[in-house]
């Protein structure tokens, strides 16, 4: 088990550029989870995968984000057209089904920055 | 839908003196809470989670918390803080069942241990 990573840790980009990010979950994790993180702020859910299959979405995810999940195994997600709006720690989490011993693991994070 | 308040957006404690976080949620069905601690530029580490078994619950690090139905409350403690124990903590609801998976997390607690 060697935990939930996230790459690039850190990217920086000009506004209207875009970005993508990936995350590799806990294997045998079926669920994954997109958060994103502003400063002094907990974690806003975004977007969550079972498997391959993308079940929901936040309205905080607007049509410029994207999130992919092929093959259920790691996720991508994809920032069109950045804003500086969009400067923040974006955050992955994995977990199996729920029961009494579900919980979400988190990675690093991704800190994006938007000049 | 769910969401978590956590009273005070700093705590500050003396070394050795008890740790007191407060976490009152709302959940439309039967709620799964959580509490993260989470150093800087650092994810999200577990301390400690409820899902419908004991209301006092154990966690890492000398945590605890218990859960009141009654007081739709999740306060977080520690008998005797440790400088170590400097982190931002946030509490979390999870109304798995009810529809929504992601977590819904509050604003968070910057606890602040005085020497």
């Known amino acids: 088990d060697t935990g939930v990573s996230q790459n690039p840790r850190h990217k920086i980009t000009k506004r209207g550029q875009n970005v993508t990010f990936r995350c590799d979950p806990i294997?045998?994790?079926?669920?994954l989870y997109w958060y994103r993180q502003t400063l002094g702020q907990g974690p806003e859910f975004l977007t969550y995968?079972?498997?391959?299959?993308?079940?929901?979405k936040s309205r905080l995810l607007s049509d410029r984000f994207s999130a992919e999940r092929p093959k259920g195994s790691f996720s991508t997600l994809e920032i069109q057209r950045t804003e500086q709006g969009d400067s923040a720690m974006y955050l992955c989490?994995?977990?199996?089904?729920?029961?009494?011993?579900?919980?979400?693991?988190f990675g690093p994070g991704t800190r994006l920055t938007v000049t | 839908a769910q969401s978590v308040t956590q009273l005070g957006s700093h705590v500050s404690v003396s070394e050795g003196a008890l740790v007191l976080l407060r976490c009152n949620y709302s959940?439309?069905?039967?709620?799964?809470l959580f509490w993260y601690v989470q150093y800087p530029n650092q994810g999200l580490q577990l301390l400690l989670k409820?899902?419908?078994?004991?209301?006092l619950v154990k966690g890492i690090n000398g945590f605890e918390a218990e859960f009141k139905k009654s007081e739709t409350s999740f306060h977080l403690t520690k008998p005797s803080a440790h400088m170590s124990d400097a982190a931002e903590y946030f509490c979390?609801?999870?109304?798995?069942?009810?529809?929504?998976?992601?977590?819904?997390f509050g604003k968070g607690t910057h606890l602040i241990i005085q020497p």
């Open positions: 989490a994995s977990s199996k089904d729920p029961g009494p011993t579900y919980e979400q693991y």
């Open positions: 409820y899902t419908s078994a004991a209301t």
């Open positions: 979390a609801v999870s109304a798995l069942g009810g529809g929504a998976d992601g977590l819904t």
């Open positions: 959940s439309s069905v039967p709620p799964y």
């Open positions: 995968f079972q498997n391959e299959a993308q079940l929901e």
């Open positions: 294997s045998e994790h079926n669920r």
